[in-house]
């Protein structure tokens, strides 16, 4: 099965603030990385497919990049809304798989 | 708008069965495959079960394979998933979520991308199995 880990595990930051949220993957996934957000006590939400389109109704301070095993989603400028786990998910070789979560907690 | 509302999670016992349903609105049901996934309280995402958008063809996962099947009816919007041989770590939230995995037409072959991606996300129903 392929790996993906995420890094950091928690990311302390304040709104108005970039965020960098990363997903290696163990071996190479083409473009084919998907992140989503899942607020607490809600089910996830995707937020970015195949590394950098993003979602219905996502606003474009998101963006993802990367290639390969290498994947970064960034967020431009911090909302409050916008603090959450964050798990990427790779759909290149069954069994589908997502990485351990990345949680972005207000500083 | 599109919804996903899943039903049936419930406390049960190890050994137990137990049916969950989840019924679609807003989109065309028909067209795309739908899938089960899971999360055990505090942890991350798991991916269980795909089915095809006529409901003839499935894949598990290991962690479920010979003891879940998922099945459909397109006439009813509705996906659903028969868990049998329940084990305490089978203990989660149960999410039904549209599969958008691409359909390649008849004759046709998917070369690369060929899993799907989630959106949107039922609310997820709680499945608890304990003595």
């Known amino acids: 099965d392929i790996v993906l880990t995420q890094s950091p595990a928690t990311l302390s930051l304040s709104p108005g603030e970039r965020a960098t949220l990363s997903c290696r993957a163990s071996?190479?996934?083409?473009?084919?990385l998907v992140w989503y957000r899942q607020k607490p006590g809600q089910a996830p939400r995707l937020v970015i497919f195949d590394t950098s389109r993003r979602a219905t109704g996502i606003p474009d301070r998101f963006s993802g990049s990367g290639s390969g095993t290498d994947f970064t989603l960034t967020i431009s400028s911090l909302e409050p809304e916008d603090f959450a786990v964050y798990y990427c998910?790779?759909?290149?070789?069954?069994?589908?798989?997502f990485g351990q979560g990345t949680r972005l907690e207000i500083k | 708008q599109m919804q996903l509302v899943e039903s049936g999670g419930t406390l049960v016992k190890p050994g137990g069965s137990l049916r969950l349903s989840c019924t679609a609105s807003?989109?065309?049901?028909?067209?795309?495959?739908m899938s089960w996934l899971r999360q055990a309280p505090g942890k991350g995402l798991e991916w269980i079960s795909s089915?095809?958008?006529?409901?003839?063809?499935?894949d598990y996962a290991d962690s479920v394979k010979g003891r879940f099947s998922i099945s459909r009816d397109n006439g009813k919007n509705s996906l659903y998933l028969q868990m049998n041989s329940l084990r305490d770590d089978d203990t989660a939230f149960y999410y039904c979520?549209?599969?958008?995995?691409?359909?390649?037409?008849?004759?046709?072959?998917?070369?690369?991308?060929?899993?799907?991606?989630?959106?949107?996300w039922g609310p997820g129903t709680l499945v608890t199995v304990s003595s």
């Open positions: 807003g989109f065309i049901f028909s067209d795309y495959y």
């Open positions: 071996q190479t996934i083409d473009n084919y």
């Open positions: 979520v549209r599969d958008l995995t691409p359909i390649v037409g008849a004759g046709g072959h998917c070369y690369s991308g060929c899993l799907g991606w989630f959106d949107p």
């Open positions: 998910q790779q759909r290149t070789n069954r069994p589908i798989t």
């Open positions: 089915i095809n958008h006529r409901g003839t063809t499935f």
